[in-house]
């Protein structure tokens, strides 16, 4: 067990409609990262923050949005979903963000877009 | 530029034997090149992680070989056994605006008895 939670670990939606991603990093630390992993993209990093800011973006679009909350707690929002959408959506943590500090990676939630 | 190429796909190995993972790089600003080890249904946990100016590191059966002019580096996996078989990912990180992972396809190991 990495020390951070996801919710939920599945979810199954339509097209057309918005869910949001919640991840609580492990106890003190104080950067949230978000990756989504699919069979043909693989493991691609979408957003950081850092201590409620947000520090690097990746491959994210426009219909997708993240916030870090004052408890460090992390939300994503998925909105328009479209059926490639469907994925696995990581959230990992660190220390305080830095190069060397190990990422620890939750369990994920599968989104399913039908 | 950011690009993590790694092959092979999948392994196949015997039980006792080595399991080789390759992967290369163009971007040298890269400063860190961690391994990532998932078991289905599981997150990605870090196994292994080097600095480019490390040529080899070793944790028990698990090494990473680093040659920084080839822009290459590799997993080998000793006396490879049963609980190893997983989907590895070999990754760089660099500081420039955040510290993402990129990572690799990723080689998916199963290791027969």
């Known amino acids: 067990d990495s020390g951070v939670t996801q919710t939920p670990k599945h979810l199954i939606t339509a097209t057309g409609q918005r869910v949001t991603l919640r991840c609580s990093p492990r106890?003190?630390?104080?950067?949230v990262y978000w990756y989504q992993q699919s069979l043909d993209q693989g493991l691609q990093f979408l957003i950081q923050y850092y201590n409620g800011e947000e520090r690097a973006k990746g491959n994210i679009l426009e219909r997708f949005s993240a916030q870090q909350f004052p408890d460090l707690h992390s939300e994503l929002n998925l909105s328009s979903l479209e059926l490639g959408d469907s994925a696995l959506y990581f959230c990992?943590?660190?220390?305080?963000?830095?190069?060397?500090?190990?990422?620890?990676f939750g369990p994920g939630t599968r989104l399913t877009v039908l | 530029q950011q690009q993590v190429k790694q092959s092979p796909q999948s392994l196949i190995v015997q039980k006792g034997g080595i399991s080789i993972i390759n992967c290369a790089y163009e971007?040298?600003?890269?400063?860190?090149f961690p391994w990532y080890q998932q078991f289905p249904g599981k997150g990605p946990a870090l196994l292994i992680a080097i600095r480019p100016d490390v040529s080899e590191k070793k944790e028990g059966r698990f090494t990473i070989s680093f040659n920084k002019s080839a822009k290459q580096f590799s997993l080998h996996i000793m006396d490879s056994q049963p609980g190893d078989s997983a989907t590895y990912f070999c990754?760089?990180?660099?500081?420039?605006?955040?510290?993402?992972?990129?990572f690799g396809k990723g080689t998916t190991l199963s290791v027969s008895s």
């Open positions: 106890s003190g630390d104080l950067s």
């Open positions: 990754a760089a990180i660099f500081n420039q605006a955040g510290t993402a992972l990129i």
């Open positions: 990992a943590s660190s220390v305080e963000g830095g190069v060397f500090d190990e990422q620890f």
């Open positions: 971007n040298t600003a890269f400063d860190y």
